[in-house]
C-alpha cells in the first residue's frame, strides 16, 4: 500500500531480523551519475518528512480484555481546531504528516481445512492438520500480510467452532499447537496454511472414533493465537511478527488572496460635507463599512472551500505536481516560480474515503445511524478515553422528525417513559451567549448519548433547494444532510500570511506624473493566506445526506434481531 494512502491504514511487513534477508550488502551506495542528479533536489527533504508531525491513531483496538488484565498483573517473584504548519518545501505545494496505525492481529478466519501431506513422516505427526486462514470478516481488523508471521511454532492456536453450521450447531472451543506455518497468499489475499497438531498423542488420536477424530479437523470457524508452552531447558527461538504501521499523510496547500483598492478622488467624495443625506445613507457605503462587507463575502466563500474544495485538477497527485498550473512572473512568462494546487475539503477527503452515505432520496433509517454510532465511537477511542456522546448536526425539520421518531421507539422497545433516554431543549453556552441547541438521546445498544444539534446553516441550506412537484425540479433531498463529524480532529492548518500596501503611480516610476502636484493615487491592500484542511482520522467522521422528508424508519418493536 501506498506510503501516502489518505485513507486505509497502511502496514507493511517488517523484514525478518533473524534472517538473511537484510544485510549491509542490501543498501546499494551512491553512483557519481546519481550524485551528479541531485544537483537541483532537495536532497535534505527526506529529514523533513521524517520529522514531520505525527497525527492522530487511525485504526480500532480489538482489545480482548487485555487492558483489564495487564492492569492486575502481580508478580509472583517478588517485588519486582487553526494550527500553524510548516510549508516544509520550497516548491512543493503540500505538506506531510505521518500517521501510524492500531495493528489488530488478534482473530483469524479458517477458510479451508484439509490432511497434511506427509504426515506420519518425517517427523510431522500423524494427526496433523492443515488450515487455511485468513484475516476475517471483522469490520475492526488490519491489512496485515505475511500473516504467516503470526502463528510461530510451539504457540497454541485456539478454535471456535461449531460441529454443524447448518444443524445441531454444538459449539466447539479445540486447542491445537502448532507446527508449521506457510504463506498461502491468493488472488492478493493474505493467508496462511497452518499445520496444527490437536492435543491429543498421536496413540491417544487414533484412539477417538471417526466422528471424535471429525471435530478436530475442522474447515470453518475462528482463530485466536495463544501463548507457547516451552520450558528453559529446551530449545526454541521464534521472532514475533513486526510491522510497521508508519504512513504518510498528504495535505495541499493553497493561496487564496484578498484585495481592497480605492482612489483619492474616490474617498474625497465619499468624505465630502455638503453631499445630500441621499448620496450618504442611500447611494454609497462609507469605506470601513465597504471593507468589513467585502471581509465577511470573503469568508463565506472560504469557508465553503474549507468543506467543499476539489482538487484543481486530475494532476494534483504526489506523483504529478509539476503538471500542475504554473506560477509564472507577470513580467517573464518563463520564469516559473511554484505550482499552484487547491486545498481539499472536509467533504472531499471523507468522501475519497468512503465516508459519506448517499441515501438517494430515501427515508433515513435509525438503525443505520446506530450501527454507525457504536463504528464511529470505536474510532474515537482508539487514540485513548471514552467516548459517551456524540454529536450530530442537522435542520430543524429532520431534527423534529428524529424527535418524534425517537419518542416512539423508546416507549415501543423498552416499554418506559420516554424522559428517562430524552433530554430536550438543550444549549450550548459560550460566555452566556447561546451557540447551539440540541436534543439529546440516550442510545442503549451502542452505549453513546446522541447530541442531535440544529442550526440556521442546515436550515438555509436546505431552503435553497427547490421543491417542485417532481421529477427534475425536485431535488430538495440533496439538501437534506446529517453531520457526523469529529470538530477536534478537523483542523485549519495555516501554513503563512502575507500583507502588503501598495500605490500607484509613482512620480520616480511615472515620468508622466514627475510634474503633478496632486495625482489621483489608487491604494492597494493585498492580503493571502497559505491553507489547508487537515483531517488526521477519517475514520472518526461521517456524513449522511440526499434524503428525504419522510419519518425515518427504525426497528421499533420489543425486541430486534441482530445479524
Excluded at 462587507?293 to 506523483?319: C, H
Amino acid at each position: 500500500m501506498a506510503v501516502w494512502n489518505q485513507c486505509s491504514p497502511r502496514i507493511v511487513s517488517v523484514t525478518e531480523s533473524c534472517g538473511c534477508t537484510l544485510t549491509r550488502a542490501s543498501i546499494a551506495g551512491i553512483t557519481p551519475a546519481e550524485f551528479e542528479a541531485l544537483g537541483t533536489k532537495e536532497i535534505d527533504y527526506h529529514n523533513l518528512i521524517s520529522q514531520a508531525a505525527e497525527a492522530k491513531m487511525i485504526g480500532v483496538q480489538e482489545r480482548p480484555l487485555r487492558d483489564l488484565l495487564m492492569s492486575n498483573v502481580t508478580s509472583i517473584k517478588g517485588a519486582v481546531a487553526k494550527v500553524p504548519v510548516q510549508n516544509q518545501s520550497v516548491i512543493l505545494p503540500y505538506i506531510y504528516r505521518q500517521q501510524r496505525a492500531n495493528v489488530n492481529s488478534n482473530y483469524f478466519s479458517i477458510e479451508a481445512g484439509a490432511a497434511t501431506t506427509g504426515a506420519g513422516t518425517g517427523g510431522i505427526p500423524a494427526h496433523a492438520w492443515d488450515i487455511t486462514v485468513n484475516t476475517g470478516p471483522s469490520p475492526f481488523k488490519s491489512p496485515l500480510s505475511n500473516i504467516e508471521k503470526y502463528f510461530l511454532p510451539g504457540q497454541t492456536v485456539f478454535v471456535l467452532t461449531l460441529t454443524d453450521p447448518s444443524g445441531a450447531k454444538t459449539a466447539r472451543t479445540l486447542q491445537f499447537d502448532i507446527y508449521a506455518a506457510v504463506n498461502a497468499d491468493s488472488g492478493g489475499v493474505a493467508k496462511a496454511k497452518v499445520t496444527v497438531v490437536p492435543n491429543y498423542t498421536a496413540s491417544g488420536f487414533a484412539a477417538l472414533t471417526n466422528p471424535q477424530k471429525a471435530v478436530y479437523q475442522p474447515t470453518f470457524g475462528t482463530v485466536l493465537v495463544g501463548a507457547n508452552s516451552v520450558s528453559d531447558y529446551e530449545s526454541w527461538c521464534h521472532n514475533e511478527a513486526s510491522d510497521n504501521s508508519r504512513k504518510l499523510l498528504t495535505y495541499w496547500i493553497q493561496t487564496s488572496r484578498e484585495t481592497s483598492c480605492y482612489n483619492d478622488e474616490y474617498l474625497k467624495a465619499l468624505e465630502a460635507s455638503y453631499t445630500s443625506g441621499y448620496f450618504k445613507k442611500f447611494r454609497e457605503l462609507p469605506l470601513a463599512e465597504q471593507n468589513r462587507q467585502q471581509r465577511a463575502q470573503f469568508e463565506k466563500k472560504w469557508l465553503n472551500s474549507v468543506f467543499y474544495g476539489q482538487r484543481i485538477n486530475e494532476n494534483q497527485s504526489p506523483n504529478t505536481y509539476t503538471s500542475l498550473p504554473q506560477v509564472v512572473d507577470p513580467v517573464d512568462a518563463g520564469c516559473v516560480y511554484e505550482y499552484k494546487a487547491n486545498a481539499l475539503g472536509v467533504r472531499t477527503q471523507l468522501g475519497d474515503c468512503s465516508r459519506i452515505t448517499d441515501l438517494a432520496g430515501a427515508a433515513l433509517n435509525l438503525d443505520f445511524i446506530f450501527a454507525m454510532l457504536y463504528e464511529l465511537k470505536r474510532n474515537r477511542e482508539a487514540t485513548g478515553g471514552s467516548i459517551d456522546t456524540i454529536d450530530l448536526m442537522t435542520d430543524r425539520l429532520t431534527a423534529d422528525l428524529i424527535r418524534q421518531v425517537m419518542s416512539g421507539y423508546y416507549k415501543s422497545k423498552y416499554g418506559v417513559d420516554t424522559m428517562r433516554y430524552y433530554t430536550p431543549g438543550q444549549q450550548l453556552k459560550f460566555e452566556n451567549q447561546v451557540l447551539f441547541n440540541y436534543d439529546l438521546y440516550q442510545v442503549p445498544e451502542v452505549g453513546v448519548h446522541l447530541a442531535v444539534f440544529h442550526d440556521p446553516y442546515f436550515n438555509d441550506h436546505l431552503a435553497a433547494f427547490t421543491t417542485g412537484a417532481g421529477g427534475s425540479t425536485n431535488i430538495q433531498s440533496r439538501g437534506r444532510k446529517l453531520w457526523i463529524l469529529d470538530w477536534s480532529d478537523i483542523k485549519i492548518g495555516i501554513a503563512g500570511t502575507s500583507s502588503v500596501n501598495r500605490h500607484t503611480p509613482d512620480a520616480e516610476t511615472s515620468p508622466l506624473y514627475s510634474c503633478v502636484i496632486q495625482p489621483n493615487v489608487k491604494h492597494y491592500q493585498l492580503r493571502s493566506t497559505k491553507w489547508t484542511v487537515i483531517i488526521e482520522d477519517p475514520n472518526r467522521h461521517a456524513i449522511v445526506e440526499n434524503f428525504s422528508g419522510a419519518c425515518p424508519t427504525v426497528s421499533d418493536t420489543g425486541c430486534a434481531s441482530y445479524s
